[in-house]
């Protein structure tokens, strides 16, 4: 059997997953980290985007979308922390792309109410969105 260490993902909602994985990929705010077992202990922020996990025995990874949040490595054990956590097969195309074309909206009409830089956090979060339904299509499993 192959070595592995055990994940947490967890959101403001509730815990998304707890499992075994032979190594996990997590968007960290200076570009991916890759973790095999025996990492180095770290504590990072992590950007919004896909969260790739190998479990033991299974051929195919679980992706799972974050809007960004904590990443901690200890021995044998990472965790995740969330404002938003949502399973790969749960995202919503539509959903997303809407949220897409508001935040663009709101980016162009400087008027708005909404400033700026929070328009920028919910485009990227929106095309993170996207990149992880790119993701799954191109592994042969529908989103919402």
Do not use: C, N, W
């Not at 059997?1 to 994985?21: C, K, N, Q, W």
């Not at 969330?82 to 539509?94: F, K, N, P, Q, V």
């Not at 708005?112 to 956090?121: C, E, I, S």
């Amino acid at each position: 059997m192959a070595m592995t260490l055990h994940v947490d993902i967890v959101s403001a909602e509730a815990a998304i997953y707890s499992g075994l994985a032979e190594f996990v990929v997590v968007p960290a705010e200076m570009g991916e980290v890759g973790i095999y077992p025996r990492h180095a202990p770290m504590i990072t922020r992590i950007k919004p985007g896909s969260v790739r996990i190998k479990a033991p025995d299974r051929e195919d990874e679980d992706l799972i979308y974050v809007s960004g949040g904590i990443l901690e490595v200890q021995p044998g054990v990472v965790t995740i922390l969330s404002d938003t956590a949502i399973r790969g097969a749960d995202l919503d195309e539509a959903r997303a792309l809407e949220a897409k074309r508001a935040a663009e909206e709101a980016m162009r009409d400087r008027s708005a109410a909404m400033d700026y830089a929070k328009a920028q956090a919910e485009l990227a979060e929106a095309i993170a969105q996207l990149h992880a339904i790119e993701k799954l299509r191109k592994k042969g499993v529908k989103a919402s």
